[in-house]
């Protein structure tokens, strides 16, 4: 189970580099018009078409600010080194589990907070809210598991 979580962390780390690259295609696999103007869609076509031309917009006019999420996917990268700790020691590394469960609510709080001042449609925050919901699940399964492996452990001689 820790290891899939590694693999999501990792997977969702490499995906904020090729931002650009991954709006186009998935406006694309949408239907939305290469030239659409977003505000002749509604829905999720128009935020995907608006997030798209945002990113146009950065990439052509201020391709540093891309390097704010370079350092995302980055951050995303060595959160997951953090969690081989667990995976190899569960019990003496149980901390890094409930740090990671920290960071789950903590993603639930920073949509619901910073979305709205951002601008952020309501049905995105909660796909983003979901991350830190699907993220607590794994971990609060393999915090369950350290436990029963410490108690295991303090039984035997």
Do not use: C, D, N, Y
């Given at each position: 189970?820790?290891?899939?979580?590694?693999?999501?962390?990792?997977?969702?780390?490499?995906?904020?580099?090729?931002?650009?690259?991954?709006?186009e295609?998935?406006?694309?696999?949408?239907?939305?018009?290469?030239?659409?103007d977003p505000h002749s869609l509604s829905g999720l076509q128009f935020?995907?078409?608006?997030v798209r031309d945002g990113l146009r917009d950065v990439h052509a006019h201020h391709p540093w600010l891309a390097y704010g999420t370079d350092w995302l996917a980055f951050a995303h990268l060595i959160i997951a080194i953090f969690f081989i700790g667990p995976w190899r020691e569960p019990v003496a590394n149980a901390w890094v589990l409930k740090v990671g469960l920290g960071a789950c609510a903590a993603v639930i709080l920073l949509a619901l907070i910073c979305g709205p001042i951002r601008g952020i449609p309501f049905y995105w925050r909660l796909i983003d809210c979901s991350f830190g919901v699907f993220g607590a699940l794994p971990l609060l399964y393999c915090l369950r598991l350290t436990?029963?492996?410490?108690a295991d452990e303090k039984k035997s001689p």
């Open positions: 189970m820790l290891g899939l979580f590694i693999a999501a962390l990792i997977v969702s780390g490499l995906t904020a580099f090729p931002l650009l690259h991954e709006l295609l998935l406006a694309k696999l949408l239907g939305i018009p290469p030239a659409a935020w995907i078409a608006t436990r029963q492996l410490e």
